[in-house]
């Protein structure tokens, strides 16, 4: 887990920019305020046009409009080029998520606004803040992946077929998950909230480990396709698990052995709340 440069740049220029989604919201980190004001002090001279870009591709829906930026940040790569920090794409344009396309052209002024406001010295003076923001999150996550990969007779990732990352964005609207699966890796990015979102880390994690597996046997679950007919009277299921029976299958094997890790006096309770999580 950390706090990933370029999410904290995206959403500090956004937050400039006009970005105030529950901005009045007492689950915010006290560091979106300051990162704010700190921004107001700067005025950096790109923030015209950062303003002009914000305002053409924002959405009407807050939490739409975060995602695409969301998007976008997990898509960057911070690089020390030769006249200053800048921020470039991991992959080739043509390769981009479609809502990570329509907003080209931002990574030059997110370059320009990470420099002109000095925000990398920003961050490493804040360092111990940022880290305290992660605190509640260190001990608990990696306690339930110990023991998820010992339940799956799993070793820890070592990035073969992929990584699992955890990022917190302090900057963003609070109490929001946002998952990404790009190439063989998964993102998780958590907004602050109240309570550590342990429990969703857990199943994305289990789900992390089983989808390569399903994938293999791909031929085999899609055999019994039909079993698909008994999730359509499902009133609560999402509609996507309806359409797609290798989604729904790897959903419900990753609660099975979600409620199978619980202890035994759990497992009833849980077979009864049970629900899949969109994907």
């Known amino acids: 887990m950390e706090v990933n440069p ?62 695409q930026y969301i998007s976008f940040a997990l ?22 998520p479609p809502d990570v396309q329509e907003l080209d052209g931002f990574e030059k002024i997110l370059t320009r606004f990470y420099r002109e406001t000095k925000l990398g010295q920003l961050m490493a003076n804040n360092q111990a803040a940022l880290d305290r923001s992660l605190e509640p999150y260190h001990a608990p996550v990696t306690l339930a992946l110990q023991q998820i990969d010992g339940y799956l007779r799993n070793p820890r990732n070592n990035g073969v077929k992929g990584n699992f990352y955890v990022y917190l ?4 609207a609070p109490n929001q998950i946002h998952m990404r699966s790009y190439g063989n890796d998964l993102f998780i990015v958590l907004t602050s909230s109240p309570e550590p979102q342990i429990e969703y880390i857990k199943t994305a994690y289990i789900r992390f480990q089983i ?11 899609e055999a019994k396709g039909s079993l698909i007919d008994f ?30 890790m619980l202890p035994a006096r759990q497992r009833q309770a849980a077979r009864l709340s049970a629900a899949l999580p969109p994907r």
């Open 6 to 67: 370029s999410l904290f740049a995206t959403m500090a220029a956004i937050n400039a920019a006009g970005y105030d989604a529950d901005l009045a919201s007492n689950a915010n980190s006290p560091i979106r305020a300051q990162i704010r004001q700190w921004a107001e002090t700067a005025k950096p001279k790109v923030l015209d046009q950062l303003k002009e870009f914000y305002a053409a591709h924002r959405k009407s829906d807050p939490a739409r409009d975060l995602s």
């Open 75 to 96: 898509c960057l790569e911070l690089y020390n080029a030769e006249d200053g920090p800048d921020f470039r794409y991991r992959m080739r344009l043509s390769d981009l």
């Open 169 to 172: 964005d302090v900057l963003a």
């Open 211 to 221: 989808e390569p597996v399903a994938m293999r046997h791909i031929a085999d679950i």
């Open 231 to 260: 999730a359509q009277g499902a009133p609560a299921l999402d509609e996507q698990y309806k359409k797609d029976f290798l989604s729904l299958s790897v959903a419900c094997l990753v609660r099975a052995i979600d409620a199978r």
